[in-house]
């Protein structure tokens, strides 16, 4: 079983749409989380670390559920220029590894 | 500024040359890493360094030998490579590796070609 598990989508949607990803993890020991986001040939970039109560940065709202030991990214009102493929990770502090989702990619259409 | 930067930003290299990727930040950060990401896949781990001594090592293959000269500097030596080591090749760096100090930032990469 894979570390981090995310749908890759394409999450095709039209602008001003509500969109939402989920990634679970397997390892409940797993100490922080975060979402980032690539562009095409580009380097992964921070766009949220995820709390435990849960975040929000402008359109974007994090949620952390360890019960059922997975997270997810909500985005609001999309843009064309969130079209991106968005990347979970996970860190685990014992083997000092950070584990990444396979990544979604999202495409928002005008 | 959470600027980490890398050079050369493409690289082609024959199979026989030795050729170095290199890696720098100045946010103070103590831990740094190298990662190699194929295409539509995500980055694969391969070397994690802290406080200058190499923590991880994801058994990569020898011919790819990582150095940290310093604290800000890391170096990927790379030595009679396999086309199929073709990747973007990703550093990133962390405050740490403890909790609360283990944010990555990347690099914006090296994309190297081997022939």
């Known amino acids: 079983r894979k570390e981090v598990e995310q749908d890759p989508g394409p999450f095709n949607v039209p602008e001003g749409a509500t969109v939402a990803f989920n990634c679970t993890y397997s390892?409940?020991?797993?100490?922080?989380f975060f979402w980032y986001r690539q562009d095409c040939r580009k380097e992964p970039k921070l766009l949220m670390s995820v709390y435990s109560s849960g975040n929000e940065d402008g359109r974007f709202t994090a949620q952390l559920n360890r019960a059922s030991q997975y997270i997810s990214l909500l985005i609001r009102d999309s843009k064309l220029s969130d079209s991106a493929t968005y990347l979970c990770v996970v860190n685990t502090y014992n083997f000092n590894k950070f584990y990444f989702g396979s990544g979604t990619k999202l495409n928002v259409k005008p | 500024d959470t600027e980490v930067t890398q050079t050369p930003k493409h690289l082609v290299m024959g199979m026989t040359n030795k050729k170095s990727l290199k890696c720098e930040q100045h946010m103070g950060h103590r831990a740094m890493y190298w990662y190699k990401q194929k295409a539509k896949k995500p980055p694969e781990l391969m070397f994690v360094?802290?406080?200058?001594?190499?923590?991880i090592n994801e058994s990569v293959p020898s011919r790819f030998s990582p150095e940290c000269p310093n604290s800000s500097l890391l170096n990927l030596h790379l030595h009679a490579l396999q086309p199929e080591d073709s990747a973007l090749y990703l550093c990133a760096s962390s405050q740490d590796l403890g909790a609360g100090g283990e944010t990555q930032y990347f690099g914006p990469g090296t994309r190297l070609l081997v022939l």
């Open positions: 390892n409940s020991a797993s100490q922080s």
């Open positions: 360094y802290s406080y200058e001594k190499l923590s």
